[in-house]
Each structure stands twice: as structure tokens, then as C-alpha cells.
């Protein structure tokens, strides 16, 4: 007897194509390629050329700096330009980088792909007391597309720690809205001073943001003053010291010696 028949599979769904080109008209470019998803990309590089304008020159490609295999061609001048086009299959963090399309020794222009790049930081360090709780806060531009969700991570050394509210919850709270992940932290320690990564998890990866936390005692405002009163102080006593020092010999000097001479 036959087996049942297996269901038939499910087709593959291509990736979307998204096509991103410049028109160099010196030496070198950079340009930024963000990402939310898995795309078919189809990068092209117009270069207007030089003086020269050889009929012809040698193009490649470099991903992160290295040469792709079997990407050199010679690239014709066509309309006063040489046109350079490649296209790249963009799944997973992996693929993510700086792809180059090179104009023999003469041009190049970087394409700078990643995810969704955090919007601007505090670059001051976020202040708070031992014993306060504080926010952390990251937002993503409203003009850049949503993440699926925030990861929030804690320094530790050269390595990141994910921070799971779950696990600690009198110590950590994650509130996470669509373009905005707030990490709040209870019970601050001296300990907890560091740096605060926010992560904005995406389709075809995540992208990082920092912050600097530093927490002091309710003493440390006061050192400065403490060091002043002190300066003071020592400065004060300075003076009563030598305005004694001077008395002693003004008065030596009017008295003179005692003169116990007995004339006969």
C-alpha cells in the first residue's frame, strides 16, 4: 500500500530587489545602505572618469576589503562614463559590510551596508546616586523603519551581557514601544557604573547604541567644596601663625634685652 502523499512544498518567495547608485565624478565616495531585511541588492557605480578617458580599464569588486572572486571585468567607456554593476544577496548579518567597486587604481566608491543605524546618543555620561533608580533611554527615527523589538546589554570587560528583566526583576524594568526602549535600573550600586548598550533587533540584524552610566554618593558633589574649606582653612592658619611669628619680634625689638648691670 502506498504511503500518504507528502504535501506539496511551499515555494520559495524571491527577495525583493533594491538597487542603489551613484555617479562619482571625482576620485572616491562613500555612501550609507540601510537595511531592515533580506534584499536582492543590486549596487551600481558610475564613474564620469578622469583627464584620460581610456576606451577602456578593469573593474572589481571588495567586500570589507577584500577582493571577490571572479568580479574583475573590463568596463567600456560609454557616453563619457564607465559603468560598474553587481548584485549581492543580503540575508543575514553576515552579508552586511562595506562592498567597493573599484575602478582600476583610479576611483572607488564604498557602500557602507547595514541595519538601521540608532539616532543621536547623550555623549555626556548619564549621572545618578547610589540607591536611585535611573532611565536609559534609545530612539529610533521616525523617518527609518521600526525594529521588531529592543535587546538592552551591560558591559562586562570586552564582552556584552544581555540583560533579561525577568531574571532580575527588582534590579532591571524594559519598556519597549515601537521606536523607543526605555531600561530602567533599580537600587543603583557603584558597581553598576559602566556602559549601557541598546540594541534595535532587525530582520537582518542588530544595531548598537551606547551610553555611559556613572553612579556616585551623595559626597562626591561635596569634595570640591570639602577641598576649598580645607584650602581655607590651611591658608588661615598660615597667616595667624606668621601675624604671631611677627608680634614676637616687634615686641623683642622695642623691649630690647633685660639690663641686670648694677652700676657701683
Same mark, same amino acid.
Request: hydrophobic share 35%; with cysteine; aromatic share 8%.
Given at each position: 500500500?502506498?504511503?500518504?502523499?507528502?504535501?506539496?512544498?511551499?515555494?520559495?518567495?524571491?527577495?525583493?530587489?533594491?538597487?542603489? &547608485?551613484? !555617479?562619482?565624478?571625482?576620485?572616491?565616495? +562613500?555612501? *550609507?545602505? $540601510?537595511?531592515? #531585511? @533580506?534584499?536582492?541588492?543590486?549596487?551600481?557605480?558610475?564613474?564620469?572618469?578622469?583627464?584620460?578617458?581610456?576606451?577602456?580599464?578593469?573593474?572589481?569588486?571588495?567586500?570589507d576589503g577584500?577582493?571577490?572572486?571572479?568580479?574583475?571585468?573590463?568596463?567600456?567607456?560609454?557616453?563619457?562614463?564607465?559603468?560598474?554593476?553587481?548584485?549581492?544577496?543580503?540575508?543575514?548579518?553576515?552579508n552586511l559590510?562595506?562592498?567597493?567597486?573599484?575602478?582600476?587604481?583610479?576611483?572607488?566608491?564604498?557602500?557602507?551596508?547595514?541595519?538601521?543605524?540608532?539616532?543621536?546618543?547623550?555623549?555626556?555620561?548619564?549621572? &545618578?546616586? !547610589?540607591?536611585?533608580?535611573?532611565?536609559? +533611554?534609545? *530612539?529610533? $527615527?521616525?523617518? #527609518? @523603519?521600526?525594529?521588531?523589538?529592543?535587546?538592552?546589554?551591560?558591559?562586562?570587560?570586552?564582552?556584552?551581557?544581555?540583560?533579561?528583566?525577568?531574571a532580575e526583576?527588582?534590579?532591571?524594568?524594559?519598556?519597549?514601544?515601537?521606536?523607543?526602549?526605555?531600561?530602567?535600573?533599580?537600587?543603583?550600586?557603584?558597581?553598576?557604573?559602566?556602559?549601557?548598550?541598546?540594541?534595535?533587533?532587525?530582520?537582518?540584524?542588530?544595531?548598537?547604541?551606547?551610553?555611559?552610566?556613572?553612579?556616585?554618593?551623595?559626597?562626591?558633589?561635596?569634595?570640591?567644596?570639602?577641598?576649598?574649606?580645607?584650602?581655607?582653612?590651611?591658608?588661615?592658619?598660615?597667616?595667624?601663625?606668621?601675624?604671631?611669628?611677627?608680634?614676637?619680634?616687634?615686641?623683642?625689638?622695642?623691649?630690647?634685652?633685660?639690663?641686670?648691670?648694677?652700676?657701683?
Open positions: 500500500t502506498p504511503g500518504p502523499t507528502p504535501p506539496p512544498l511551499d515555494p520559495i518567495t524571491p527577495l525583493p530587489n533594491d538597487v542603489r &547608485s551613484f !555617479v562619482l565624478k571625482g576620485e572616491s565616495h +562613500t555612501e *550609507k545602505v $540601510e537595511l531592515s #531585511k @533580506p534584499v536582492n541588492l543590486i549596487l551600481e557605480c558610475i564613474w564620469t572618469g578622469n583627464q584620460n578617458k581610456l576606451p577602456n580599464i578593469t573593474g572589481f569588486w571588495r567586500k577584500n577582493e571577490i572572486e571572479n568580479s574583475r571585468l573590463t568596463v567600456q567607456l560609454e557616453n563619457e562614463q564607465y559603468n560598474l554593476k553587481r548584485e549581492f544577496s543580503i540575508v543575514s548579518e553576515e559590510g562595506n562592498y567597493s567597486c573599484v575602478f582600476g587604481s583610479e576611483a572607488k566608491i564604498d557602500f557602507v551596508v547595514g541595519a538601521p543605524q540608532i539616532g543621536e546618543l547623550r555623549d555626556k555620561p548619564i549621572v &545618578s546616586y !547610589v540607591g536611585d533608580s535611573v532611565v536609559i +533611554t534609545c *530612539k529610533m $527615527e521616525e523617518t #527609518k @523603519p521600526k525594529p521588531n523589538t529592543w535587546n538592552w546589554y551591560k558591559a562586562n570587560g570586552t564582552d556584552k551581557e544581555q540583560i533579561f528583566a525577568d526583576p527588582h534590579r532591571y524594568e524594559i519598556k519597549n514601544e515601537e521606536r523607543k526602549a526605555k531600561l530602567v535600573v533599580h537600587n543603583l550600586t557603584e558597581t553598576d557604573s559602566g556602559l549601557f548598550y541598546c540594541g534595535a533587533v532587525y530582520t537582518i540584524g542588530i544595531t548598537m547604541g551606547h551610553m555611559e552610566l556613572r553612579v556616585i554618593t551623595i559626597y562626591e558633589p561635596l569634595k570640591p567644596f570639602i577641598a576649598i574649606v580645607v584650602e581655607v582653612i590651611v591658608l588661615v592658619a598660615a597667616i595667624l601663625l606668621y601675624e604671631r611669628s611677627q608680634s614676637k619680634k616687634n615686641y623683642t625689638a622695642e623691649n630690647g634685652p633685660n639690663d641686670q648691670t648694677n652700676t657701683l
